[in-house]
């Protein structure tokens, strides 16, 4: 039966819209045309005729109660909810409000509120802008919108919360993803720029409330909850022990997870079965299951309730759950005292964020109580998410085993050798390449000394005593056997003298034909040709060429140690060379700072040598030489006689002093005495005298016949 509508309504200045107010004895209907702008109707119980109206809008009020709601958007939407029996049965509206009761005043000053309808879409409009999608909204809550700002993480939670003001004048949001936790507030008639600068605000901090199973009405889990529970293999045991209840909210059920303190209801969060999340505004935020851990001297954090439940079917009852996942909310002073949980165990989700919390956590619960799990893989590329997906697919002794196996949350610096294991596989293997050494090409040195990449060989002796004509022989050897390339950085070389003798050793040949190889045959031009090319594949050059120019002074813009490693570092990379002279260390820039000894500086630069060697895989030799030997009797120097410091024998991997005798009633003037003074690593030799014979003509050095030349010493001349 149709009704004038009250006087009051038709001042609205959209009564001429088509707008009727259909009332029976408990009905109050409010009709509008299809041509008119968008507005509201009231109903309360309708009648199988009136549901079909194509032009029904959404407004119930209650005689009885003498309350009025809005409800609905279309019959459509009226007929599907007269169906479900609660949330969890049939797909539910993903932005609907929870009816909002409203009271008979409300119904009295509806011409207001039709005049509000232009602040309500302006504001609309606002958060239209804003992200929010605010289309279908009216004045009241909304729960399960798409937050812009955090578009739901990962799982893509319906996370935020909406709140209309009843004249649709402003609105107020929160995103419950707490790692995002994005808040703020519009208004419809403010200014852009007051609307904008009010969005981030956090709300005034109001105070915890006290709340009550009672007073938040929750009530026991339906069968279908219990169900669904089931179905992700938590029992109902678990779910009492949990306090797992529901809240009913018009004809939609959401779970409630409560968060108690000390038996105490102090918060309590909701979740329905699309898994929009929303909670008890200005309660407590502590972690879910905190009564679980209070003596518990192994803890397990997870990352949502129903991890924790999972958790407890796999028999793990000391474990609580992050309130809202979130870090920025986590207080350490909610896990047991160090004395108390020796060990805190991170099992969050094994998606980035989860990751992240885990880093979180461990920083402020402090990493070396800390241990983390790695979830199981699900299939050839995906790991399982996290506890309740383990449970549901692999079962409870998966889960467990995953707990069991947890290892100690890694703290930067310090490891286990179970962390090397695969090096040390590939070690014992001989799969990384040249772990025994490179032989130097001399079996006289075989026992004593062979070259590993990434070591530091320090090589001394008395001036002219032939090191860098031993180490250019050793390079040619090293090149000619395994096809190393070599750095050189030998200031002391004018480069193409260095040129003459690496083609020589390389050649075999004297590089000019007067004096030293008048009677040898030199290298001839097509030698020359691809001894060039030789020498630009094999070797890179580290020169300061300003120095070549010769318009440096003395102590003038000497290379420091950091410029020759970039650049041999550069070298690696370019070249991929293996090999790294510095020739010699006085060549260097040393103007060390004044508040440092020389030691100092030593260890300190060789540190850097060792730190690049080891880091590229590259040998260094650095030669260095002796300090001015007083009363010296002609015999190879100590390498402790090293100018500068001792540091040079103390950091070195290898030390060598090279050695020729000078005297030629000792024994024959080409005689070198290769002295192995230190060998850090047994595998690759051990201290100990080699000597080898020195061609002057092609610079090379070669064996000789050590036992025959002793007994030839013995007998004399
Ligand atoms: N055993 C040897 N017999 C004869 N001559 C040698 C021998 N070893 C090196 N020489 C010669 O001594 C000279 C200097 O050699 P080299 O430059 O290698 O010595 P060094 O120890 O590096 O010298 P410095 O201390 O000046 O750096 C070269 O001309 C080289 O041919």
């Known amino acids: 039966m149709l009704f004038t509508p009250p006087r009051k309504l038709l001042l609205s200045p959209y009564s001429k819209s088509g707008r009727i107010i259909v009332m029976g004895s408990k009905n109050f209907l409010l009709l509008k045309s299809p041509a008119a702008p968008a507005t509201y109707a009231c109903l309360h119980s309708l009648h199988d005729s009136l549901s079909s109206s194509s032009t029904l809008r ?173 179905e992700r293999m938590i029992s109902g045991e678990t779910l009492q022990r949990n306090a797992v209840m529901q809240k009913r909210t018009g004809d939609q059920i959401a779970i409630a997870f409560t968060y108690q303190r000390n038996g105490e209801l102090v918060s309590c969060k ?79 989700d094994a998606d980035p964020p989860g990751q992240a919390l885990a880093e979180e956590l461990a920083r402020r619960l402090g990493r070396e109580r800390c241990w983390r799990i790695k979830w199981p893989k699900k299939n050839d590329t995906e790991y399982f998410k996290d506890a309740n997906e383990v449970l549901m697919y692999m079962g409870p002794d998966a889960l467990k085993e995953v707990i069991e196996n947890a290892e100690l949350y890694p703290i930067r610096g310090l490891f286990n ?153 550069i070298a690696v990379l370019r070249h991929g060379v293996n090999g790294l002279v510095i020739d010699p260390y006085n060549e260097l820039d040393h103007q060390r700072p004044p508040n440092q000894t020389e030691t100092e500086y030593v260890s300190q630069m060789l540190t850097k040598v060792k730190r690049f060697a080891q880091h590229h895989s590259c040998h260094v030799w650095f030669v260095a030489h002796p300090r001015q030997l007083h009363n010296w009797i002609g015999g190879p120097p100590n390498m402790y006689d090293i100018s500068g410091s001792a540091h040079f024998i103390n950091k070195c991997d290898n030390g060598i002093v090279i050695h020729r005798n000078r005297d030629p009633d000792a024994g024959p003037m080409d005689l070198v005495q290769v002295c192995v003074r230190k060998v850090r690593n047994k595998v690759i030799g051990t201290i100990g005298d080699a000597y080898l014979s020195y061609n002057r003509v092609t610079g090379e050095y070669s064996d000789i016949d050590v036992a025959g030349l002793l007994s030839k010493r013995k007998r004399g001349p």
């Open 417 to 569: 050798f179970r962390d090397y294991f695969d090096e040390i596989n590939d070690y014992y293997h001989q799969s990384l390449g040249f772990e025994l050494g490179v032989s130097t090409g001399w079996r006289a040195l075989n026992e004593l000394y062979n070259v590993v990449p990434g070591e530091l060989t320090i090589v001394t002796g008395v001036p002219n005593s032939g090191k860098s004509e031993w180490i250019d022989a050793l390079l040619v050897n090293l090149n000619h056997s395994v096809g190393w390339k070599f750095a050189l950085c030998s200031m002391e070389n004018r480069v193409r003298e260095h040129g003459r003798k690496l083609l020589e050793k390389h050649i075999k040949k004297p590089f000019f034909d007067v004096r030293y190889g008048e009677r040898v045959e030199r290298i001839s031009t097509e030698e020359l040709e691809q001894g060039k090319k030789w020498l630009s594949d094999s070797f890179s050059l580290i020169r300061n060429i300003l120095e070549e120019m010769q318009l440096l002074c003395e102590n003038d813009c000497l290379p420091s140690i950091s410029w020759v490693l970039e650049l041999a570092r």
């Open 58 to 230: 959404t407004f119930i009020f209650d005689s009885y109660t003498r309350k009025c709601s809005r409800l609905f958007a279309s019959p459509k939407q009226l007929q599907l909810s007269y169906q479900r029996a609660n949330g969890y049965s049939f797909t539910p509206y993903a932005a609907m409000p929870i009816p909002r009761p409203i009271s008979v005043s409300d119904v009295e000053s509806l011409e207001n509120q039709f005049v509000d309808d232009k602040k309500l879409m302006i504001l609309k409009q606002k958060l239209q802008e804003i992200g929010i999608d605010g289309s279908s909204c009216m004045p009241g809550q909304y729960n399960g919108l798409v937050c812009p700002s955090c578009k739901g993480g990962e799982s893509n939670e319906k996370s935020l919360s909406l709140h209309v003001d009843e004249d649709g004048g402003a609105a107020v949001w929160t995103c419950f993803r707490a790692k995002c936790g994005w808040k703020g507030a519009t208004r419809a008639f403010a200014g852009v720029n007051s609307t904008y600068s009010t969005m981030n605000k956090t709300k005034t901090k109001q105070p915890i409330r006290t709340i009550t199973e009672e007073s938040l009405g929750l009530e026991p889990l339906c069968s279908e909850l219990l169900a669904y529970f089931a």
């Open 270 to 348: 909701y979740r329905d079965i699309n898994k929009k999340f929303w909670q008890e505004a200005n309660t407590e935020k502590v972690f879910y299951g905190l009564d679980d851990i209070k003596e518990a001297s192994d803890v397990i954090i997870v990352e949502g309730e129903m991890d924790k439940l999972a958790m407890e079917e796999a028999g793990f009852k000391n474990c609580v759950s992050v309130p809202d996942g979130a870090p920025p909310k986590v207080s350490a002073k909610e896990v047991p005292a160090e004395e108390k949980a020796s060990r805190i165990i991170l099992a969050t």
